[in-house]
């Protein structure tokens, strides 16, 4: 039953999902039994956390034939990595609800309990087929809740991001389908599991490289690095807050995650002979997202932007071939994923109680809601990585990271937090504390106790990564040194 | 007695023709309910019958006095039996509200429809050019007729003079490249021509070559790969829409079965000869069907026209074949892939305007999922299915037949058509987002639908096999048939009965 733990946590969404489909059309009872659904994952997510050991391998393997005749697997587990990202998943989607809670329609949450099942089953997948299958399905109930529930130009919009995501991820198919051949033609049988692909040694140098990009185009447009990044505008700005946070806080993770977990291993050499221009691009990503989310003047497209931003300076961790850098990053996806998605959720309820969108139609809000604006303040300084948040450790260990790689480097990296903080401080300033220019006051509630009961989890974790990072390093550290040591080769540095 | 088992679906689906032909001659005692009932029936048993040898490896040439092994019935036989009996009977049930709502469907239609079948199955069979050429007649006459059948519709003399026309012409075409081979090879048993191939200095036989090359327009033609492609459009536009649905999925089925039957077990010393050929009608299928596909507005022909495209995926896996015998395997996949998704996509169409008179624009699209939302979930599976979606029987053939392609080093040609499945992400996604994102306009819902009806769960079948043939039932449910692996497997045994000697 251990074994089957993970399969539990990935398909039970689904199951709930279709069945409340076409069972009931009742609004609140779909809402509830979703919600009811992502606590139990909780539960099991928690237990698996405890019970896990820290240590390099994968555990709670489960590993069945699904298409036998070539050799795809049905071939789940969990290591440090994974199982970080997991509990951040497990933990974000419920109180994700709790801020959704009110008019949203059935075929709304039964959207989120599908994307559920496929983030949660990518994350977990160690056969390349069955991660693709994952990947592309967690992308379709997004692209139908854009669709359906989005704002302003919804169809071009998911039409937009359909494309990007569809020809990253195709490019990605035809590499891994090459790497399965390669693999037949050199042992004679086929495999599409990841440590059995890390196995293949005829593939030339050139061969390496294309694969590498198609690999990367899928997972870089998803993160988005610079240059991939232009479907986040539209998107964020005309999608539902709902597909917002899923597709900033957990997917464009995955992204990362998907870097670590299947590029690594299989190309190390081209990773490391790579990774200086990589570290560059994300700097560069850092710099240019940030300057760009200065000049917004719309609340969520400034937050995309300074989500891409972060997500640069995450690519430049996890490029940065050191364990500062690497630990750095995995630290920063959960940071990031914290306060980015509490930020826009956030976010979604002025949008949903004000309809503005933009910062200057917005201000005076710390008045008429003070624990919305404390929430606010302190999701904001996560972000940004003031001392004592989760979001200073990780952008610390990031900067240490790039600076060991390259001193120069590091310096740079060291001084764009300033920009982050900047747009941040001044958009905080002119929308939440001080008074509005124009017309009478906002009409603003405050959290509701549910909302707040719903963010009370995400603070804790803000303060406690922050304060006390050991209990989280230490379990994914021996995940980390595991890739260095023993796949790149370049030795951890304690 | 053994032997008349394997005759036996045959000679039922053939009585039936006869049978309903007669009854056809008496339209006002018997309701179009009627000829659908005993059509299926027929079917039924006959696919009962096909089942009676089904899963052992077996290849005999019965009755060799009578039919002087012009005909061969083995595994492979018997597994395309049950494609085409299949989809037979599946457009049957798919069109039965089709059906009673056009008054143009007399009782000789059913007959009409199993005398393609018959056709379709000795097509299957045929181990003798000759042969083949009479079941493809059989076949292709048919579906002449039957695409000809929409009174109402005037574009009808177009597309059945056209197919006609043509279809005669590249059958002539046939009929020499038969007279060629003969020329060289003094025979044209199959099974003669293969032994001629492996005793002969073949420098010496072009005639063979430009024979068979001949041969080999004809099945371009039939299934409608470039340059032979111009016929489809307004063919598929002018036909009833229940009809095109058939031809696109089950007659490309037929003609399939018997082309692979000559490739793989009589031709394949010297299939290589013609790769840069279908090298280049590959590249220019699948340019040109996504040409088309992408500049179509009304949903038929944007079908169609996809359907060229799919022409191009399979040829794909054809051409691999030369390389790399298991690619043949994926083809025959991806032929099952196809006629369920096909099936299904056209099919829904035709249910949506069985009693509408709509042209089926994208635009009638919108709104659909608010209005009906089963039938847009559905017609959403096939649109997934169609585009290579995982979790979708589509993504397996197009995952089968890449990676045969690539594992025969048409690195190329796969990159072509993993480009040509991005582009047509955006045509069939556009109808779901017609069907999702748009408030409805109301041309394709009419007040007395009740969508408790034979075709609605004739396509609700279709669109949950199209998703367990995907996903498979190895994960979570660990039910052991109904799995990929086992359609893998029956896909390579009726294969691997080819080469029973």
Known sequence: MSADILSFIIFLPAIVGFGLMITTKHVETVRNIAFLTTTVILALVLKIYIDFEPSSGMQFVTNVPWIGSYGI?????????????????????????????????????????????????????????????????????????????????????????????????????????????????????????????????????????????????????????????????????????????????????????????????????????????????????????GVAALMQDDIKRMFAYSSASHLSFIAAGIFSLNEFGINGALYLIIAHAIATGALFLLVGIIHDETGFKTIKDLGGLAKQSPIFTTIFAIMLFANVGLPGTNGFVSELLIIFGIYEFNHTLGYISALTVIIGASYMLWMFQRAILVKRTSGEDLKFRDLKIKEILGLTPWIILVFLMGIYPEIFIDKFEPTVTHYLNDILQIGATK | MSQFIHILPVITVLIAAVALMFMSMYTDKFSVKTYIGVSSIVLVAALIFVFIPFGESFSIKPYNSVFNNVLIFDTFSNFFYVLLIGGTLLTLLIGEHYFQHRDYFKGEFFSILLFALFGMMILANANELITAYIALEIASFSVYIMVGYNSEDSRRVEAIFKYLVLGSFIGAFYLLGVVLVYGATQTTNLTEISNFISTTNLSDAPLLYIGLTLILFTFLFKISAFPFQQWVLDVYRGAPMIITAFMASTFKIAIFSFFLRAMLQDLQAIVNFWDSIIYVVIVLTLVFGTWLAVSQKLVKRMLAASSIVHTGYLLLGFIAIGQNMDAAYSVVFYLIAYLLSALGSFGLVSHIISETKVRVTYDDFKGLAHERPFLAAMMTVFMFSLAGIPSTIGFMGKFYVFTEAIHAGYIALAILAIIATFVSVYYYFKLIAMMYFYPTKGECVSNDFNDKRVSTYAIAFLAIITVVGGIGSAIVFFIPVLNIDTLINLTQVSIQSLFIK
């Open chain 1, 73 to 289: 697997n049905y071939y789940i587990g969990v290591d440090g990595f994974s199982l970080t990202i997991l509990m951040m998943i497990a933990i974000l989607i419920p109180t994700a609800y709790l801020l959704l809670w009110e008019g949203r329609t059935k075929g709304y949450w039964i959207n989120m309990l599908l994307v559920q099942t496929g983030v949660t089953g990518a994350l977990l997948s160690l056969d390349v087929i069955l991660f693709y299958f994952f990947w592309e399905v967690m992308l379709l109930p997004v692209f139908l809740m854009i669709g359906i529930y989005g704002f302003g130009e919804k169809v071009f919009t998911t039409i937009k991001v359909t494309v990007y995501t569809m020809l990253g991820s195709l490019l990605m198919f035809v590499a891994i389908l090459y790497l399965g051949v390669s693999y037949f033609n050199e042992f004679g049988q086929w495999s599409f599991q990841y440590d059995s692909l890390t196995q293949i040694t005829t593939l030339s140098y050139n061969e390496k490289i294309w694969l590498f990009l198609a690999f990367l185009s899928a997972f870089a447009i998803k993160i988005p690095i610079f240059p991939l990044h232009t479907w986040i505008m539209e998107t964020y700005k005309n999608a539902p807050t709902g597909a917002v946070f899923l597709l900033s806080s957990i997917m464009a993770k995955l992204g990362v995650y998907a870097i670590v977990r299947f590029m690594i291993p299989i190309f190390p050499d081209i990773y490391v002979e790579f990774s200086t221009w990589f570290v560059f691009i994300g700097l560069f990503g850092l710099i240019y997202f």
